[in-house]
Protein backbone atom coordinates (compact mmCIF):
# COMPACT_ATOMS: atom_id res chain seq x y z
CA UNK A 1 0.00 0.00 0.00
CA UNK A 2 1.61 3.61 -0.92
CA UNK A 3 -0.04 5.87 0.76
CA UNK A 4 -1.78 9.19 0.14
CA UNK A 5 0.46 10.21 -2.88
CA UNK A 6 0.88 14.00 -3.04
CA UNK A 7 3.36 16.13 -5.85
CA UNK A 8 5.30 17.87 -5.96
CA UNK A 9 6.48 17.35 -2.79
CA UNK A 10 8.37 20.86 -3.06
CA UNK A 11 7.35 24.11 -5.23
CA UNK A 12 9.14 27.31 -5.30
CA UNK A 13 7.27 29.88 -7.72
CA UNK A 14 6.61 33.63 -8.22
CA UNK A 15 3.65 35.58 -7.20
CA UNK A 16 1.11 36.19 -9.85
CA UNK A 17 2.07 32.33 -11.13
CA UNK A 18 -0.36 29.32 -10.99
CA UNK A 19 0.38 26.55 -8.90
CA UNK A 20 -1.51 22.98 -9.14
CA UNK A 21 -0.79 20.45 -6.77
CA UNK A 22 -2.00 16.67 -6.82
CA UNK A 23 -3.30 14.04 -4.80
CA UNK A 24 -4.22 10.42 -5.32
CA UNK A 25 -5.51 8.79 -2.08
CA UNK A 26 -5.52 5.52 -1.08
CA UNK A 27 -7.06 2.91 -3.40
CA UNK A 28 -10.97 2.33 -2.24
CA UNK A 29 -11.17 5.28 -0.27
CA UNK A 30 -14.26 7.19 -0.90
CA UNK A 31 -13.63 10.91 1.29
CA UNK A 32 -10.79 12.76 0.08
CA UNK A 33 -9.52 15.94 2.46
CA UNK A 34 -7.41 18.97 1.46
CA UNK A 35 -5.37 20.59 4.49
CA UNK A 36 -2.87 23.78 4.86
CA UNK A 37 -0.33 24.43 7.44
CA UNK A 38 0.96 27.06 8.24
CA UNK A 39 3.32 28.57 11.85
CA UNK A 40 1.01 31.20 12.35
CA UNK A 41 -2.73 29.45 11.91
CA UNK A 42 -2.13 25.57 12.36
CA UNK A 43 -3.64 23.09 10.41
CA UNK A 44 -6.65 24.11 8.67
CA UNK A 45 -8.92 22.20 6.34
CA UNK A 46 -9.86 23.70 3.38
CA UNK A 47 -12.08 21.58 1.13
CA UNK A 48 -13.20 18.03 1.05
CA UNK A 49 -14.67 15.48 -1.29
CA UNK A 50 -17.15 12.79 -0.98
CA UNK A 51 -17.29 9.94 -3.72
CA UNK A 52 -15.56 12.46 -5.81
CA UNK A 53 -18.41 15.40 -4.98
CA UNK A 54 -16.96 18.61 -2.97
CA UNK A 55 -19.16 18.78 0.25
CA UNK A 56 -17.55 21.83 1.95
CA UNK A 57 -15.49 24.39 0.67
CA UNK A 58 -15.77 26.75 3.52
CA UNK A 59 -12.50 26.68 4.37
CA UNK A 60 -11.03 27.71 1.08
CA UNK A 61 -9.77 31.36 1.81
CA UNK A 62 -10.82 32.84 -1.87
CA UNK A 63 -11.81 32.83 -5.34
CA UNK A 64 -8.13 32.23 -6.22
CA UNK A 65 -8.61 28.84 -4.72
CA UNK A 66 -9.89 26.17 -6.67
CA UNK A 67 -10.34 22.09 -6.22
CA UNK A 68 -11.19 19.61 -8.40
CA UNK A 69 -11.48 15.86 -8.34
CA UNK A 70 -12.12 14.25 -11.98
CA UNK A 71 -12.29 10.56 -10.34
CA UNK A 72 -11.88 8.72 -7.85
CA UNK A 73 -8.05 8.33 -7.56
CA UNK A 74 -6.67 12.23 -8.30
CA UNK A 75 -7.41 15.79 -7.21
CA UNK A 76 -5.72 18.82 -7.75
CA UNK A 77 -5.40 22.22 -5.92
CA UNK A 78 -5.16 24.96 -7.57
CA UNK A 79 -3.98 28.36 -6.85
CA UNK A 80 -3.84 31.17 -9.40
CA UNK A 81 -2.94 33.64 -8.96
CA UNK A 82 -0.42 32.80 -6.08
CA UNK A 83 0.76 35.25 -3.53
CA UNK A 84 3.45 35.41 -1.21
CA UNK A 85 0.74 34.82 1.88
CA UNK A 86 -0.17 31.10 0.23
CA UNK A 87 3.10 29.86 0.98
CA UNK A 88 2.36 26.75 3.66
CA UNK A 89 2.49 23.18 3.71
CA UNK A 90 -0.59 21.64 1.83
CA UNK A 91 -1.91 17.98 2.63
CA UNK A 92 -3.92 16.01 1.59
CA UNK A 93 -6.07 13.02 3.36
CA UNK A 94 -8.39 10.46 2.42
CA UNK A 95 -10.12 8.40 4.58
CA UNK A 96 -12.61 5.37 3.87
CA UNK A 97 -16.10 6.84 5.13
CA UNK A 98 -16.82 10.55 6.05
CA UNK A 99 -17.80 9.53 9.35
CA UNK A 100 -15.64 8.18 11.49
CA UNK A 101 -12.57 6.30 10.17
CA UNK A 102 -8.88 7.44 10.44
CA UNK A 103 -7.91 10.09 7.62
CA UNK A 104 -4.28 8.46 6.36
CA UNK A 105 -2.08 11.81 5.37
CA UNK A 106 0.60 12.19 2.92
CA UNK A 107 3.75 13.42 2.81
CA UNK A 108 2.18 17.29 1.58
CA UNK A 109 3.85 19.88 -0.67
CA UNK A 110 6.17 22.38 0.68
CA UNK A 111 4.80 25.94 -1.36
CA UNK A 112 6.89 29.00 -1.50
CA UNK A 113 5.24 32.16 -3.27
CA UNK A 114 8.34 34.66 -3.81
CA UNK B 1 -17.52 22.41 17.15
CA UNK B 2 -16.57 21.32 20.41
CA UNK B 3 -13.28 22.87 21.39
CA UNK B 4 -10.33 21.36 23.05
CA UNK B 5 -7.49 22.45 25.66
CA UNK B 6 -3.98 21.10 25.68
CA UNK B 7 -0.87 22.18 26.79
CA UNK B 8 1.28 23.66 24.50
CA UNK B 9 4.18 21.67 25.19
CA UNK B 10 6.02 19.11 27.52
CA UNK B 11 8.67 16.74 28.20
CA UNK B 12 9.52 13.32 28.98
CA UNK B 13 12.63 11.39 29.79
CA UNK B 14 12.88 8.11 27.22
CA UNK B 15 11.67 4.80 28.11
CA UNK B 16 9.34 6.69 30.66
CA UNK B 17 5.40 7.04 30.21
CA UNK B 18 3.52 10.16 29.03
CA UNK B 19 0.25 10.76 30.08
CA UNK B 20 -0.94 13.78 27.26
CA UNK B 21 -3.88 15.67 28.80
CA UNK B 22 -7.00 17.36 27.15
CA UNK B 23 -9.71 19.04 28.28
CA UNK B 24 -13.36 19.17 26.08
CA UNK B 25 -15.81 20.00 28.82
CA UNK B 26 -17.95 21.06 25.65
CA UNK B 27 -18.43 17.66 24.31
CA UNK B 28 -21.54 16.58 22.93
CA UNK B 29 -23.04 13.26 23.37
CA UNK B 30 -22.48 12.24 19.67
CA UNK B 31 -18.44 13.49 19.69
CA UNK B 32 -15.78 11.01 19.83
CA UNK B 33 -12.27 11.55 21.17
CA UNK B 34 -9.83 11.49 18.53
CA UNK B 35 -5.71 11.94 18.71
CA UNK B 36 -3.61 12.61 16.05
CA UNK B 37 0.46 13.22 16.11
CA UNK B 38 2.10 14.66 13.56
CA UNK B 39 6.37 13.62 13.42
CA UNK B 40 8.87 16.15 12.09
CA UNK B 41 8.46 16.89 8.73
CA UNK B 42 5.98 14.53 8.12
CA UNK B 43 1.96 14.38 7.94
CA UNK B 44 -0.19 13.85 11.10
CA UNK B 45 -0.92 10.10 11.73
CA UNK B 46 -3.99 8.52 13.49
CA UNK B 47 -2.90 7.81 16.79
CA UNK B 48 -6.16 6.25 18.74
CA UNK B 49 -9.70 7.18 19.05
CA UNK B 50 -12.39 6.59 21.96
CA UNK B 51 -16.17 7.33 23.07
CA UNK B 52 -16.27 6.56 26.75
CA UNK B 53 -14.63 3.38 27.57
CA UNK B 54 -10.48 3.44 27.78
CA UNK B 55 -9.12 2.08 24.58
CA UNK B 56 -5.67 0.35 24.16
CA UNK B 57 -3.92 0.07 20.55
CA UNK B 58 -0.54 -1.09 19.84
CA UNK B 59 0.66 3.02 19.50
CA UNK B 60 -1.17 4.22 22.71
CA UNK B 61 -3.77 4.24 25.36
CA UNK B 62 -6.59 6.21 25.78
CA UNK B 63 -7.86 7.08 29.18
CA UNK B 64 -11.59 8.89 29.49
CA UNK B 65 -13.08 10.59 32.10
CA UNK B 66 -16.47 9.45 33.48
CA UNK B 67 -17.76 12.56 32.76
CA UNK B 68 -16.33 12.76 29.42
CA UNK B 69 -14.91 16.08 29.91
CA UNK B 70 -11.40 15.41 29.76
CA UNK B 71 -8.94 12.53 28.52
CA UNK B 72 -5.33 11.58 28.42
CA UNK B 73 -3.24 9.79 26.11
CA UNK B 74 -0.92 7.18 27.50
CA UNK B 75 2.33 6.39 25.76
CA UNK B 76 3.60 3.54 27.81
CA UNK B 77 7.28 3.68 27.23
CA UNK B 78 8.42 6.67 25.42
CA UNK B 79 10.85 6.38 22.39
CA UNK B 80 12.80 9.51 20.69
CA UNK B 81 10.51 8.38 17.85
CA UNK B 82 7.82 10.00 19.75
CA UNK B 83 8.62 13.24 20.06
CA UNK B 84 6.07 14.67 17.45
CA UNK B 85 3.16 17.54 18.35
CA UNK B 86 0.05 15.76 19.84
CA UNK B 87 -3.32 16.82 18.19
CA UNK B 88 -6.94 16.35 20.74
CA UNK B 89 -9.49 16.32 18.37
CA UNK B 90 -13.19 16.04 19.05
CA UNK B 91 -15.46 14.45 15.82
CA UNK B 92 -18.76 13.78 15.56
CA UNK B 93 -19.96 10.35 14.43
CA UNK B 94 -23.90 11.00 14.30
CA UNK B 95 -25.74 11.08 11.07
CA UNK B 96 -25.14 14.08 9.00
CA UNK B 97 -21.74 14.61 10.31
CA UNK B 98 -19.35 15.42 8.30
CA UNK B 99 -16.24 13.79 9.38
CA UNK B 100 -13.90 17.11 9.36
CA UNK B 101 -11.74 17.55 12.02
CA UNK B 102 -10.40 20.80 13.00
CA UNK B 103 -6.97 20.64 14.55
CA UNK B 104 -6.22 22.95 17.43
CA UNK B 105 -2.54 23.80 18.13
CA UNK B 106 -1.54 20.30 19.89
CA UNK B 107 0.93 19.50 22.86
CA UNK B 108 4.62 19.55 21.51
CA UNK B 109 6.39 16.20 23.34
CA UNK B 110 9.84 16.60 23.81
CA UNK B 111 12.03 13.66 24.91
CA UNK B 112 15.16 13.49 26.37
CA UNK B 113 17.52 10.52 26.07
Known amino acids: DAGVIQSPRHEVTEMGQEVTLRCKPISGHNSLFWYRQTMMRGLELLIY????????DSGMPEDRFSAKMPNASFSTLKIQPSEPRDSAVYFC????????????FGPGTRLTVL | DAKTTQPNSMESNEEEPVHLPCNHS???????IHWYRQLPSQGPEYVIHGLTSNVNNRMASLAIAEDRKSSTLILHRATLRDAAVYYC??????????????FGQGTTLQVKP
Open chain 2, 26 to 32: TISGTDY
Open chain 1, 93 to 104: ASSLQVRGNEQF
Open chain 1, 49 to 56: FNNNVPID
Open chain 2, 89 to 102: ILRGHGSGNTGKLI
